[in-house]
């Protein structure tokens, strides 16, 4: 069965960055759309960033455009989220999750369509 472990999480400054990694274990992710999600306190989980798994395709949401890159790496089985410039209201659990895909440009940001999630890490944006 699928399984995905989130690491990478921690205390930073505003401004900062962290890179976050998703790796899989027990099957390949060559096949999969690779999600990131955050939820803070009292707030619904919210889309973050995704890559297809062709790994050709990204979207991210508004909020973090220009300052979050996502990326795969097939090899070590592992999808990455390069936070950068992060704020205060960056903080959050953040989550990966895994999705089969129809096609290698597809992704989506919303939850319904992942099937599969890790843990969580937790990042904390203060000074």
């Known amino acids: 069965q699928l399984q995905l472990v989130e690491s990478g999480g921690g205390l930073v400054q505003p401004g900062g960055s962290l890179r976050l990694s998703c790796a899989a274990s027990g099957f390949t992710l060559d096949y999969y759309v690779i999600g990131w999600f955050r939820q803070a306190p009292g707030q619904e989980r919210e889309g973050v960033s995704a890559?297809?798994?062709?790994?050709?395709?990204?979207n991210y949401a508004d909020s973090v455009k220009g300052r979050f890159t996502i990326s795969r790496d097939n090899a070590k089985n592992t999808v990455y989220l390069q936070m950068n410039s992060l704020k205060p209201e960056d903080t959050a659990v953040y989550y990966c999750?895994?999705?089969?895909?129809?096609?290698?440009?597809?992704?989506?940001?919303?939850?319904?369509?992942?099937?599969?999630w890790g843990q969580g890490t937790q990042v904390t944006v203060s000074s």
């Open positions: 999750a895994a999705a089969a895909s129809w096609y290698g440009s597809y992704t989506s940001l919303d939850k319904a369509v992942f099937g599969s």
């Open positions: 890559i297809s798994s062709s790994g050709g395709s990204t």
